[in-house]
């Protein structure tokens, strides 16, 4: 039976009210979504054997969210990803967006939408199954970006069992844009996701410096552990002497998709042999940052009382590439006024 529902979560220190909202589609299937920071806070999938189980990282308590997430679930914007040194020129006039990833922005900045109350605009069960609907004002100067930036966001969960997550944003002054969802995937549910099988549809990946800046090349994957046109172990090339794996300490970077932009494609596939579970990526934007869990080190306590291990999650983020603001060869991040930025992502789950 499709349903979507609704209970308050916890409250924030200024006595706001967080809630929880519960989808469900008519296969059995569930995702539950925080309207603060939009986090997916799980989400469920079916084995071979039909047996459904949260496949996501997160946690319990909106205190731990507040606390101790490294963005699990969460909406990231304005800009997803990193801006080298906080700066950017957009048409001749210099920025500087507020940072915390050292010197550099990381994924909005300390203040960016994973940390935001959302307003929900309607919840309901619609034609395809339940969905969401959440919506956020960031004002001109919002952790140093220019603009107005007026963005609604879509939860849908398809009895096709796809969640889906449509982005729409306008502003009134030229900006930049890239907004993504964070969630943290381990199909089997504990443990690490090294034995998960992971296929990206791309033939190219953009190198990164120390601080996880791209260089600004365009590189081929062929002949490097970053070659995964093949369905190839998650941890099969970790260990390889690679300056890349060692600047990320494993994967944590974007592959540039065979697609073209705007156009829904399949990005990735991920599955795992214990479970049977798959999940299928798909995205309008250009390029895929795959992270592998790197930093996470057992001391986060999760949902159902675990604690997640050194990567125990991986986490695919359809987006534009990281820095594009500062990389000419990059796609465009600049929205303008009378423009619409507008971005799908689905998460599509089966058994096999």
Not at 203 to 225: C, H, K, Q, W
Not at 226 to 240: C, H, N, Q, V
Not at 267 to 296: C, H, I, K, M
């Amino acid at each position: 039976m499709e349903s979507i529902s609704a209970q308050e979560f916890g409250r924030l220190s200024d006595g706001s009210s967080v809630r929880i909202f519960s989808l469900q589609n008519r296969n059995g299937m569930k995702a539950a979504i925080l309207d603060y920071g939009g986090i997916v806070q799980s989400l469920t999938a079916p084995d071979r054997d039909g047996r459904y189980a949260d496949i996501t990282l997160g946690f319990d308590s909106l205190e731990a969210y507040l606390r101790d997430s490294p963005y699990f679930g969460a909406l990231i914007g304005r800009y997803a990803n990193r801006i080298a040194g906080g700066t950017y020129m957009l048409e001749g006039k210099p920025y500087r967006a507020a940072v915390n990833d050292g010197r550099n922005s990381l994924h909005g900045g300390p203040r960016g939408f994973d940390k935001s109350l959302w307003r929900v605009e309607r919840a309901e069960v619609a034609a395809e199954g339940p969905e969401l609907v959440l919506r956020h004002v960031s004002p001109d100067g919002d952790q140093g970006h220019p603009g107005t930036l007026e963005v609604a966001v879509t939860y849908k969960l398809t009895n096709a069992n796809v969640m889906r997550i449509e982005f729409v944003a306008t502003t009134d002054r030229p900006t930049v844009v890239n907004l993504t969802g964070h969630s943290y995937f381990n199909l089997r549910g504990r443990g690490d996701i090294l034995d998960h099988v992971l296929k990206i549809n791309a033939a190219r990946f953009t190198p990164v410096d120390s601080s996880l800046i791209p260089t600004g090349a365009i590189s081929p994957v062929e002949g490097t552990p970053f070659d995964f046109r093949s369905p190839t172990a998650i941890g099969a090339r970790l260990s390889r002497s690679d300056g890349q794996l060692m600047n990320g300490r494993g994967y944590d970077h974007n592959w540039v998709m065979d697609g073209a932009r705007g156009v829904l494609g399949h990005q990735a596939t991920v599955s795992d042999p214990e479970t049977g579970r798959v999940l299928e990526v798909w995205s309008s934007e250009p390029g895929l940052q795959f992270y592998s869990g790197n930093y996470l080190d057992g001391t986060l306590l999760g949902k159902n009382g675990i604690f997640y291990p050194f990567r125990g999650g991986l986490a695919l983020e359809p987006q534009n590439f990281p820095d594009a603001p500062n990389h000419g060869n990059f796609p465009s991040a600049e929205l303008k006024p009378g423009e619409t930025f507008r971005h799908v992502i689905e998460y599509r789950v089966s058994p096999y």
